[in-house]
């Protein structure tokens, strides 16, 4: 499996971004984004299953919406009313078979929030 992301970028404090992955191969049972930053353990930022079943860490919730289309194989993270501490880089992952592990991961895409 590969992952490709994209959409990172830099906006100011308000702002929006979206972010895409793209998965080739089999399918996955869920797709996900984290985000790390310097000095900072990654963290999972939300997680989407393929029956659309959706986590969100307690910071993003109400501000990022994470999507999926299963017959692209792709993932999406909707980022609105961005803040800086959002600044990091985003990481796209797949947990092929459900078991909470994340088995292959995408490079990072960075997003800057200024303020």
């Known amino acids: 499996v590969q992952l490709q992301a994209s959409g990172g970028g830099l906006v100011q404090a308000g702002g929006s971004l979206r972010l895409s992955c793209a998965a080739s191969?089999?399918?996955?049972?869920?797709m996900g984004w984290f985000r790390q930053t310097p000095g900072k353990e990654r963290e999972l930022v939300a997680s989407?299953?393929?029956?659309?079943?959706?986590y969100y860490v307690d910071s993003v919730k109400g501000r990022f919406t994470i999507s999926r289309d299963n017959a692209k194989k792709t993932v999406y993270l909707q980022m609105n009313s961005l803040k800086p501490e959002d600044t990091a880089n985003y990481h796209c992952a797949v947990d092929l078979s459900g078991d909470s592990v994340f088995d292959y991961w995408g490079q990072g895409t960075l997003v800057t929030v200024s303020s």
């Open positions: 989407i299953s393929k029956y659309g079943t959706t």
């Open positions: 191969g089999r399918s996955s049972y869920v």
